[in-house]
């Protein structure tokens, strides 16, 4: 079965450092990876996905992602944090057999200290 | 603007009662997918509709049902409400008709359910 792992309910880290928020999947076949982002009171929007190719994925704002199938792994990056990226961050899976469904993690809560 | 809309935004409503939510696809999108999130919660696979045909089921209970229509709208029923019904609903869509799944899935905003 299709799942997906973000072992970090919670990231601090300060304005103009690195960031990284984990992912981890499980999943038969080739996996579909994406990056939400959630606001609040606001629906996720789409940061970025991998679906084949070059395992370094670009993104919007500034994001990117990096897929490693030995590890099941699809962290999400950005070299300079912005207070602004403060929000709900969601790892999800696509599986490409069956029935194509969309699963999430718990999600990571990222928060730029200024 | 996701091109995915939800209504209503917000909803309030009894224990007991039944209520339906309506979600409109992003144009040409076949595939609607509906979840909850409850408070600070992660997102829970309730059910995914592709062509207007049950792709398949998650976590959703007996009391809550949904469809896709011709015209690929989708609605949620959700019946004999219970206070921990309370959460927010979202539903998705994705796989325009000349992309396929290797596509993101784009979000409406959500409806807010508060059950008292």
């Known amino acids: 079965a299709q799942s997906v792992a973000q072992p970090e309910d919670q990231v601090n880290v300060a304005e103009g450092n690195p960031l990284t928020v984990k992912c981890t999947y499980s999943?038969?076949?080739?996996?579909?990876l994406f990056w939400y982002v959630q606001y609040p009171n606001r629906g996720l929007q789409f940061l970025l996905k991998y679906i084949t190719g070059d395992n370094l994925v670009k993104g919007s704002y500034g994001f990117e992602a990096e897929f490693n199938k030995s590890q099941t792994s699809f962290h999400l990056k950005k070299p300079s944090a912005l207070v602004s990226d403060s929000a709900l961050y969601f790892c999800a899976v696509r599986d490409q057999t069956g029935a194509n469904n969309l699963f999430f993690g718990t999600g990571t809560r990222l928060t730029v200290i200024p | 603007d996701s091109g995915v809309t939800q209504t209503p935004k917000h909803l309030i409503t009894a224990t007991g009662q039944r209520v339906t939510l309506r979600c409109s696809p992003r144009?040409?999108?076949?595939?609607v997918y509906w979840y909850q999130q409850s408070l600070d919660q992660g997102l829970q696979f309730l059910i995914h509709?592709?062509?207007?045909?049950?792709?398949a089921k998650g976590n959703i209970l007996e009391r809550f049902s949904a469809q896709q229509f011709p015209d690929l709208h989708s609605e949620l029923n959700l019946s004999s409400l219970e206070l921990g019904d309370s959460a927010l609903y979202f539903c998705?869509?994705?796989?325009?008709?000349?992309?396929?799944?290797?596509?993101?899935?784009?979000f409406g905003q959500g409806t807010r359910l508060t059950v008292v």
């Open positions: 509709y592709y062509n207007g045909e049950e792709r």
């Open positions: 144009s040409g999108d076949l595939s």
């Open positions: 999943v038969s076949g080739n996996p579909y």
């Open positions: 998705a869509s994705s796989a325009p008709r000349d992309r396929g799944f290797n596509t993101e899935a784009f």
